[in-house]
């Protein structure tokens, strides 16, 4: 088998083109959360806490000199970055948990065992008389 078709053929399994559209979904989604933190939770939070620009937060490690810029901590940012982290663990948690719900309701009754074979229940009753 060739590389490019051996290739083809993985690609082509459904979970790896699955996996590629949850990438996508994933990374749009992550978006929309950076934004969301970024642009409406972050300075609801800021005038909560007295006007605190998050993204201004920072520890300054050594002052800018002439060209060189300051070197510094930018802990706010940080702080968003967080809060972006947990907004998308939830969601995928919330997400997983309903799948893993509807998987358990999916599940089939188990079935009834099968009737023994009149062969083998002759066989079963001539070896139990005889254990007698």
Request: aromatic residues 8%; negative net charge.
């Amino acid at each position: 088998m060739s590389f490019i078709s051996e290739f083809k053929e993985f690609a082509m399994k459904g979970n790896v083109v699955d996996m590629a559209v949850g990438v996508v979904i994933g990374g749009a989604f992550g978006k929309i959360v950076s934004s969301l933190v970024a642009d409406v939770i972050m300075p609801i939070v800021g005038v909560l806490t007295g006007g605190v620009n998050f993204t201004d937060l920072k520890f300054t490690l050594k002052e800018a000199v002439g060209e060189v810029p300051a070197v510094t901590i930018n802990y706010g940012s940080f702080i968003q970055t967080a809060v972006d982290f947990i907004i998308i663990a939830f969601c995928i948690f919330c997400v997983i948990k309903a799948l893993n719900s509807l998987k358990k309701k999916e599940e089939p009754a188990p079935e009834a065992p099968a009737e023994t074979p009149a062969d083998i229940a002759l066989l079963t009753e001539i070896r139990d008389l005889l254990k007698k």
